[in-house]
Structures are given as C-alpha cells and as structure tokens.
C-alpha cells in the first residue's frame, strides 16, 4: 500500500490544499505468500472511494484514526481524502467552492496524476457525520459520476436541526458565509436538502446513486437518521441500512467502513 499526502494548489478553493491518497501496491505479506498481485500492473487503473471527514476534521482524520489503510488494500481500491474545513460541502457564498472541488476539478486532477478511474461505475463516495452528509450530496449532486454513496452517522436532514446554528456567530459551521440566508425553511427548499436534490432526480428520470446508510443505536443522530430513512421510503428510493451498539465515535466508523466496502461493488478484493 502506498500512502501519499499531496499538498497542491486548488482553483476551486482558491488557495493551497492537502489530501491523502492510498494506493493498493504489493506488499510484503502478498509477496511472501504468494498471493495474486495481478491488481498491480502497467496502465492499471483503480476504483477509488472519496472518503469525506466530519466537523473540526481533516484530509488526514481517516488515516489517523481507523485501520482504512489496510481495508483499501484488502479490497484493492484507492482511497482519496480531502479536506474541507466545516463547510458541510458546500460552494461558500464568501468562501471556497468546496462542491465544485470535490464533484469537479478533484476527479479530474486525480485522473492525471494517479492510476485513477474516472468511470460512474468506478467512482465512490462516503463519510462521517457531517461528511455523511456531504457523501449523499456530492453524490446526488453528480449522480452521473459517482453510482454509490455511503453515509456513517450523517446529519442526513440538513439543514434542519441547526436552527440555532445558523444564528450563533461562535458556531463551528460559518454559516453566515456559507449561505446567503439563515432562513432554515428557505434552505430546505433547495438542493441544500438531500430530499429535494432526490426529488429532482427523480422528476428527470435519472438513475439514483445507490444508497448505504449506517449509525450507532446510541449515536445523537440516530433520530436524524430514522427520519431520513423514512423520507427515503416516502419516495421509493432504494438503500441498504445497518445499524449496531455505538455513539458518535471512531470505534463505530472504523468498524463499519469495512461494511460500506463489503458493500460497494468492487472489481477486485481480497477479503
């Protein structure tokens, strides 16, 4: 496995940023044993999961706290972790354009510069928390790009349940330069909400990401996640869902990453 941190400058955001790539190579355990390395070859392109942090986190939170590294060789899928800040992945009104960064000029600069696929059925996205929600949004932002999305503890009704937020200026999230308003009901009206970008799709007629929603039975989001489910069947969409004892913590999103990659429809696997 090689792990590579990247530092490059984004014209999407505007400024210089980091992201961490994990790239499934030969290693010493496959070599020993003989195992198949046929992944690893000339031209080889991989499938890759876009893997989205939280609030307060970074490009290198996955890394740090959860085994992801020898999951995504197991599996033999690059894993691209960017960072965001807490913009809840959104184009800032005053601010990065941090959906065009992800959905746009990221894949692309990917595809240059790394053994990278860049087909629809190749391409992956998943989160935690607040990036749980960015996952199903980039996703259903792009859903001719990315055929999967998975969401661990996602604030999935957003922007509902940050009423307070929106008005509070020592609130993580700088909503008011996110934003051009605080009216949270004026928000629910646009592709803000998950529900309304699904709506839209489906309206149009065009092919969902497939869905994967997972949280802790203890996890503060736990309401927020049956409520999304709810809407989800209100509308006939398809997802998988798993739940399981836990809170809001890496212990439950490094244990269930490898159910979201289990889950994924990946070419090649070890596992």
């Known amino acids: ?44 392109r991989y499938q890759v999961l876009y893997l989205l942090h939280g609030t307060y986190g970074d490009y290198s939170d996955w890394c740090h706290l959860t085994s992801i590294e020898k999951y995504a060789q197991n599996h033999k899928i690059m894993v691209v972790m960017p960072s965001v800040a807490n913009s809840f992945y959104q184009d800032m009104l005053y601010g990065p354009a941090y959906l065009t960064f992800l959905t746009e000029e990221l894949p692309q600069y990917l595809g240059r510069l790394f053994p990278a696929s860049t087909k629809r059925e190749d391409s992956f996205v998943a989160g935690l928390s607040m990036g749980g929600y960015g996952a199903l949004h980039v996703a259903l932002a792009k859903p001719e790009q990315f055929c999967a999305a998975a969401s661990l503890s996602g604030a999935l009704t957003f922007p509902y349940g940050m009423e307070d937020h929106f008005r509070n200026p020592k609130s993580p999230w700088p909503f008011r330069a996110i934003f051009d308003t605080d009216d949270v009901e004026e928000l629910a009206k646009t592709d803000v909400n998950l529900f309304v970008q699904i709506e839209k799709l489906q309206q149009a007629g065009v092919e969902l990401p497939k869905l994967f929603l997972t949280v802790g039975t203890e996890d503060f989001t736990y309401a927020q996640n049956q409520k999304a489910r709810k809407e989800l069947e209100k509308r006939n969409v398809e997802y998988t ?16 990453i490898k159910s979201v990659l289990n889950w994924l429809p990946l070419a090649n696997t070890t596992v």
């Not at 014209?11 to 496959?30: C, G, M, Q, R, Y």
């Not at 399981?244 to 439950?252: K, L, M, Q, T, V």
């Open 241 to 256: 869902y798993e739940e399981g004892p836990g809170i809001h913590d890496w212990d439950y999103w490094d244990e269930h």
């Open 1 to 44: 496995m090689a792990n590579i941190h990247c530092n490059y400058y984004s014209d999407a955001l505007k400024l210089n940023t980091d992201i961490n790539v994990v790239i499934p190579t030969p290693n010493s355990d496959e070599l020993m044993n003989h195992k198949d390395t046929g992944y690893w070859h000339e031209g080889a």
